[in-house]
T-cell receptor
Framework: DAKTTQPPSMDCAEGRAANLPCNHSTISGNEYVYWYRQIHSQGPQYIIHGLKNNETNEMASLIITEDRKSSTLILPHATLRDTAVYYCIVREGSNYKLTFGKGTLLTVNP | DTGVSQNPRHKITKRGQNVTFRCDPISEHNRLYWYRQTLGQGPEFLTYFQNEAQLEKSRLLSDRFSAERPKGSFSTLEIQRTEQGDSAMYLC??????????????FGDGTRLSIL
């Protein structure tokens, strides 16, 4: 699976949009981009995933660049409960395991 | 909505003892995964089951570790002769059958193991 690069930490004001970037410049055509988050003392929570098109669900939006070398997870109105470590993972469709990096610690401030 | 359930949530034991953790996946999920997470790191893959068959084991899973999934429902992870380095959070995840492995994995809240 392709490697991902994320900033170690980010801050966001409550009520604002949080935009979390992820670089995956070596991604191949059959690899999906997944986003998970982990709140302290809990297991990772699935957020969203996509292949090439932008995706949106009730939690977030995923924007994938046309060349697929980077993506952005958008939390439209961040709340204090969104403070967590966010993991961007690239995984080939036939690969059963998720390979986590260190992720981005997002801190939402009041 | 019943998610992935793991028991116990915390386990403290002395070095050299055996421990067993249980994972109950989301019902009808035929795929089950175990991961391990140490402090400050992301989870690392340990093993994977499809129904009752264990199809992959990471090199992280030494001979002291054994996982089972009888009847393709709940799973257990046993660690024999525990060592200090086994202290970690042990996470279980499950996913539904689907095209390839594109169905997302859903995680439980883990079992935190502390070795004294």
């Amino acid at each position: 699976d392709a490697k991902t690069t994320q900033p170690p930490s980010m801050d966001c004001a409550e009520g604002r949009a949080a935009n979390l970037p992820c670089n995956h410049s070596t991604i191949s055509g059959n690899e999906y981009v997944y986003w998970y988050r982990q709140i302290h003392s809990q297991g990772p929570q699935y957020i969203i995933h996509g292949l090439k098109n932008n995706e949106t669900n009730e939690m977030a939006s995923l924007i994938i660049t046309e060349d697929r070398k980077s993506s952005t997870l958008i939390l439209p109105h961040a709340t204090l409960r969104d403070t967590a470590v966010y993991y961007c993972i690239v995984r080939e469709g036939s690969n059963y395991k998720l390979t986590f990096g260190k992720g981005t610690l997002l801190t939402v401030n009041p | 909505d019943t998610g992935v359930s793991q028991n116990p949530r915390h386990k403290i034991t002395k070095r050299g003892q055996n421990v067993t953790f249980r994972c109950d996946p989301i019902s009808e999920h035929n795929r089950l995964y175990w991961y391990r997470q140490t402090l400050g790191q992301g989870p690392e893959f340990l093993t994977y089951f499809q129904n009752e068959a264990q199809l992959e084991k990471s090199r992280l899973l030494s001979d002291r570790f054994s996982a089972e999934r009888p009847k393709g429902s709940f799973s257990t992870l046993e660690i024999q002769r525990t060592e200090q380095g086994d202290s970690a959070m042990y996470l279980c995840a499950s996913s539904n059958r689907g095209e390839g492995f594109n169905q997302p994995q859903h995680f439980g809240d883990g079992t935190r193991l502390s070795i004294l």
